[in-house]
């Protein structure tokens, strides 16, 4: 009765999604980039500025959805690497002066090589012992950033406050406006840049692995080096993403990045369903929102109402926003005939 | 050398902490083979309703049963209505259902106890022990209910028929079911005893780092770092884990410079990483082998 002769029947860590079945139509996507376009004219500064980290939350939940989704592999720690986004930007702009859209491949460039090398340690971890590995990281790493030694330019436990751009060339824009198209701009290009990443020989490389490692491996995928790359990839979009945060809030302190905030990130990728990259925004709007509202009823209501909201998306749409998505687009297929 | 026996008596009180919060973790990982990353909060919760009970007048003992009954039974409960309907789901979300637990136990008990920081009583008093400056009469106290749980378990698991038939419906489920061993309520049974154990471990913790909703994350992966050293699947290696984690971070806090307190989330961290990829099984564990 050794474990050896177990048969290993589940083994499976995420539930597969279809390659197509991955992004929206080519309609609904100009769609939904024109009400991006327009709504900013419309409404206020403060829901600007709500919409800038609607965007920047979506893109590091899009990050852990080319992980989770795109390679089966986990992670509870992607605070640390937002955290480290955060800090390369801030810094090099407070200190170094910088210019704020420079900062942002560096941070992406530090984060892709500091979760590759996190990766390479995490190869040999599957499921729990990953999603554990990550915990324990996201929760050590506030205490990192208020470390000693790197006080002269983090801060320590003060943290840093960092300038709001103005809008560029003289535009008769309000800064709040101008850093939200700066944002679209960019989260269009990560947005595409990761179907096509997926969409590519390595993407295809990822699901393979998420699929069946053993047969990924017997097809000569190299596992090690896409499963490291993947966790780079990652890294690296969330770290821009970050150092986005950092530029939007204008202000980076180690206690704005720790377990919860892993936690807000995982939490909107299965909202939004795993593997459906649109639904990394709309898992990012329920992470805005929801707290938001949960606190307006009582203070520190949030984690219970996004517990139980958790609880209830598991059981009764485990697919996410994609599930609804998919009835959504039936019933309207039904009107139309 | 004096330096050094004093640093490894004090790692072996502040290790019993840990052994506690391991042995609850092996628990549950035995039971379903999953890590409960809300194991920690469900042991705070219960220190709370303990705090509560002596608030009320409860004496210490009895308010301690009272306490171990509920987070059995408790235990038992969330298994059944919450995780039963998800154990044919992708790990993915076990992991999320326990993500949401921790979440919601949290909150709760920030919006029952609030957050404010709360004395805790010891049953075993703080007077030195045995004369000794470093290890006080509740640390020893804290050891021997360490001991004493790691006992009933290795007699509950080696010498009783249900004992058995939870090891067997843990290893081989098909067999088990085809003797007659209800496996289906051996894991709601693993689950009644974690959170028990987690319920003691919270209430022999709470004296030592004081009673508020955010006094396991810390405790909680330090439990799993012994845990994970100990090998996940053997409660000695929990306890013997989390004794050595204890020292460790004793020894490394005073021989290298610049570790103190501050970097005690981040020792852990690099402990759980380490050995999980250098000795995957742990001390104590054996070894998973799978068949492809």
């Keep these: ?313 598991i059981f009764l749409i485990p697919h996410g926003a994609r599930q609804l998505a998919i009835v959504g687009q039936q019933l309207a297929g039904r009107l139309r005939r | 050398m004096e330096l050094f026996t004093n640093q490894v008596l004090a790692g072996i009180s502040t290790g019993a902490i840990y052994a506690c919060m391991a042995l609850a973790v092996v628990m549950i990982y035995q039971a379903i083979d999953h890590l409960n990353f809300a194991q920690g909060e469900m042991a705070m919760f219960s220190t709370f309703i303990s705090w509560q009970l002596m608030q009320w007048g409860v004496p210490y003992w009895v308010s301690f049963i009272v306490t171990l009954a509920f987070s059995f039974v408790a235990g038992i409960a969330i298994e059944r209505v919450l995780f039963k309907p998800l154990a044919k789901a992708p790990i993915l979300t076990n992991v999320a259902g326990f993500i949401a637990l921790y979440s919601i136990v949290n909150s709760c008990a920030g919006l029952i106890w609030d957050f404010t920081i709360k004395q805790y009583p010891t049953p075993f008093g703080s007077s030195p022990f045995l004369g000794s400056q470093l290890i006080s009469t509740h640390q020893a106290g804290m050891i021997g209910v360490t001991l004493l749980m790691l006992l009933f378990l290795f007699v509950f698991f080696r010498y009783t028929r249900i004992g058995l038939a939870m090891r067997a419906a843990a290893s081989v489920p098909e067999s088990a079911r085809l003797v007659g061993v209800n496996t289906s309520w051996m894991i709601a049974l693993g689950w009644g005893m974690a959170a028990a154990i987690g319920s003691v471990a919270g209430m022999m913790i709470a004296p030592v780092v004081f009673l508020e909703p955010n006094m396991m994350l810390g405790v909680l992966i330090y439990g799993f770092a012994a845990a994970v050293l100990g090998g996940l699947t053997s409660p000695l290696g929990a306890v013997v884990g989390g004794f050595l984690v204890g020292i460790f971070e004793n020894l490394v806090g005073t021989y290298i410079p610049g570790v103190g307190n501050e970097l005690k989330l981040p020792i852990a961290l690099a402990l759980i990483v380490t050995v999980l990829v250098v000795k995957p099984a742990g001390l104590f564990g054996r070894p998973i082998v799978k068949r492809v």
Excluded: H
């Excluded at chain 1, 986990?74 to 955290?83: E, I, K, N, T």
């Design chain 1, 1 to 313: 009765m050794s474990a050896a002769e177990e048969i290993v029947a589940e083994g499976q860590a995420v539930e597969a999604v279809p390659k197509r079945a991955m992004t929206l139509g080519t309609g609904t996507s100009l769609l939904v980039l024109a009400v991006l376009l327009l709504v900013p004219l419309v409404v206020k500064n403060f829901i600007i500025f709500q919409l800038t980290m609607l965007l920047i939350y979506g893109v590091a939940v899009l990050a852990l959805n080319i992980l989770t989704g795109g390679s089966g592999q986990f992670s509870l720690g992607q605070s640390a690497f937002y955290a480290i986004g955060a800090y390369t930007s801030a810094i090099l702009m407070e200190t170094f002066n910088v210019n704020y859209a420079l900062t942002l491949p560096v941070a992406g460039i530090v984060c892709f090589a500091v979760g590759f090398l996190f990766g390479l340690p995490a190869l040999r971890l599957s499921g729990v012992y990953l999603a554990l590995a990550t915990f324990a990281l996201a929760t050590a790493m506030p205490q990192l950033l208020k470390l000693g030694y790197f006080e002269p330019w983090t801060g320590g436990v003060q943290g840093l406050v960092v300038d709001k751009p103005d809008a560029p060339f003289g535009l008769p824009i309000s800064q709040d406006m101008w850093l939200y198209y700066f944002t679209l701009v960019i989260t269009i290009a990560i947005y595409v840049a990761s179907i096509n990443l997926l969409r590519s020989r390595s993407g295809r490389a990822f699901m393979a692995i998420r699929d069946n490692e053993i047969a990924a491996s017997s097809m000569g995928v190299n596992v090690a080096l896409y499963k490291t790359l993947a966790f780079g990839v990652s890294a690296g979009i969330t770290g821009v993403a970050g150092a986005l945060g950092a530029i939007a809030v204008q202000f980076v302190a180690p206690d704005s990045y720790t377990i919860t905030l892993a936690i807000a990130l995982f939490l909107g990728m299965v909202v939004g369903g795993v593997g459906w990259l649109p639904g990394s925004f709309v898992g990012s709007a329920f992470i805005i929102f929801v707290p938001n509202m949960a606190e307006s009823v009582s203070k520190g209501l949030s984690g219970a109402v996004f517990g139980v909201l958790l609880f209830l998306v």
